[in-house]
């Protein structure tokens, strides 16, 4: 238990030095939208976008092989 609390508390440290680091704040231009946020904010968006479409592929790929 003390051992995934170490590992927690080191992870939630990393990204807030990830956070502080990055806050400069960039401009985001989609077709006709702009819009300014934390890169920091634009990387974890990235990510979770990522994270999401690799999980519906996953879901995907393994519906169509229980299907054959």
């Known amino acids: 238990m ?15 030095i ?10 985001v231009q989609l077709l006709f939208w702009a819009v300014n946020l ?12 990522g994270t999401v479409i690799g999980w519906f592929l996953r879901s995907i790929l393994r519906i169509s092989r229980n299907n054959q």
């Open 2 to 16: 003390k051992y995934k609390f170490a590992v927690t508390i080191l992870l939630l440290l990393l990204v807030m």
């Open 18 to 27: 990830f956070a502080v680091q990055n806050a400069e704040t960039v401009e």
């Open 38 to 49: 934390p890169r920091s904010l634009l990387i974890f968006m990235m990510l979770l976008i």
